[in-house]
C-alpha cells in the first residue's frame, strides 16, 4: 500500500488550495486518515480527520477554513483549504490507518504548501 499526497503549491493570503491523497494497491481499506503539517522549526500538527463513516475532527486554527472529505470509492481524501494565511505555510502530510489484513499506520510523502502575504 502506497500513499500518494499532491496539490501544494504557492499562494497568496486568502487563496485556496486543494490537497489530495490517493491510496493505491490492493487488498486493503482505509480506516481514519488525517492530513499533519509541519512548519520548519516547528512539530507536525495535525490539521483535520476524518474516520471510516465520515465523522471529522479539526484543528482550532484552521476550524472554518479547511475541509477534510473522502472518497471511498476512489480511495482519496481530499483538504479544501481556503481564506489562507502565511501561518498555513508547511510541509503537509496525509497518514491513514490501513488494515491489508494487518493494521497499521502509512504516510504519504509531504506536499509543499507556501502562502506569501
Known amino acids: 500500500v502506497q500513499l500518494q499526497a499532491s496539490g501544494g503549491g504557492l499562494v497568496r493570503a486568502g487563496g485556496s488550495l486543494r490537497l489530495s491523497c490517493a491510496a493505491s494497491g490492493s487488498g486493503f481499506s482505509i480506516k481514519g486518515v488525517g492530513w499533519y503539517r509541519q512548519a520548519p522549526g516547528k512539530q507536525r500538527e495535525l490539521v483535520a480527520a476524518?474516520?471510516?463513516?465520515?465523522?471529522?475532527n479539526y484543528a482550532h486554527s484552521v476550524k472554518g477554513r479547511f475541509t477534510i472529505s473522502r472518497d471511498n470509492a476512489k480511495k482519496t481524501v481530499d483538504l479544501q483549504m481556503n481564506s489562507l494565511e502565511p501561518e498555513d505555510t508547511a510541509v503537509y502530510y496525509c497518514?491513514?490507518?490501513?488494515?491489508?489484513?494487518?493494521?497499521?499506520?502509512?504516510w504519504g510523502q509531504g506536499t509543499q504548501v507556501t502562502v506569501s502575504s
Open positions: 497518514n491513514a490507518l490501513i488494515s491489508s489484513p494487518y493494521v497499521r499506520t502509512y
Open positions: 476524518i474516520t471510516s463513516d465520515g465523522n471529522t
